[in-house]
């Protein structure tokens, strides 16, 4: 039986493209994960190689959604291949328990977990050179805008927080929060 299994990194991304290739390749099930692949413990993952039998096929868009570095894929494929399951990775092809298949699959790997590591060098050093901008706030930006918020905070002078949420659509909780801030600034 061919399964296969479609991960992204973070809730906000999209499994669509992944499944689809997945199914069009013939998956008669397919299991969807949105957990970061640098931890070891995905539980649908997990769920998935439990499930597996020798003679199946385990079936990947990409090297890199069964593992992020080099020891944990080798440990995974060779396992899977002690088992009697194929690895079929959509973009490399079908990975094979030889000697051959094996140098590939480490190759592939290394490279992998190189270009993981070389994003995350280039998101530190993009976040260093933000820092040093004047103004710079790490996080999500904010939803509304100084002057947004300095109108609300001028209402709350003569309305309640539930009277200025339902005029501005700012809720009570952020109200408090930048008021808090304004008092700090203050000091």
């Known amino acids: 039986m061919k399964y296969g299994y479609a991960r992204v990194s973070t809730v906000a991304q999209d499994l669509t493209v992944q499944v689809e290739e997945l199914i069009k390749e013939g998956c008669h099930e397919v299991v969807e994960e949105k957990f970061t692949g640098t931890r070891t413990d995905r539980p649908q993952f997990k769920m998935l190689l439990s499930k597996l039998c020798s003679g199946d096929t385990l079936v990947v868009t990409k090297l890199d959604r069964l593992a992020r570095n080099t020891r944990e894929g080798i440990e995974v ?60 706030r790490e996080g999500r930006p904010r939803k509304y805008t100084k002057r947004q918020v300095k109108h609300a905070l001028d209402l709350l002078e003569t309305h309640t927080y539930k009277e200025v949420e339902e005029m501005t659509g700012i809720n009570k909780r952020t109200l408090i929060r930048r008021k808090n801030e304004q008092r700090l600034n203050n000091l």
């Open 77 to 136: 494929i060779e396992n899977l291949f002690e088992n009697g399951i194929k690895v079929h990775v959509l973009n490399v092809g079908l990975l094979e328990n030889t000697t051959m298949g094996r140098f590939f699959l480490t190759t592939l790997l290394a490279v992998a977990e190189m270009e993981r590591n070389l994003i995350i060098e280039r998101t530190q050093e993009g976040k260093a050179l933000a820092k040093k901008r004047e103004g710079f």
